[in-house]
């Protein structure tokens, strides 16, 4: 499993599984495609921040690609 709290592990396009914000209690996770990488930091403990094609902004759990 590629490590998504690694910043150079994000690219634009790669299909992944995010956690949003009000979903990070339950872990519920949303999937799409990398639109925009917004963490400026190369590595983040959550998970490295990211919008999804659809708009939908949240922090990689999984690399799916």
Do not use: C, W, Y
């Not at 590629?2 to 150079?8: E, P, V």
């Not at 995010?18 to 959550?46: C, D, F, Y």
Request: cysteine-free; overall charge positive; glycine content about 10%.
């Amino acid at each position: 499993m590629i490590d998504g709290r690694q910043r150079k592990n994000i690219k634009i396009g790669l299909f992944v599984e995010i956690v949003q914000k009000p979903h990070q209690r339950t872990g519920e996770l949303t999937e799409g495609i990398i639109a925009k990488i917004l963490t400026k930091s190369q590595n983040h403990p959550h998970g490295i921040k990211v919008q999804l094609e659809s708009g939908i902004v949240g922090r990689v759990k999984n690399i799916l690609e």
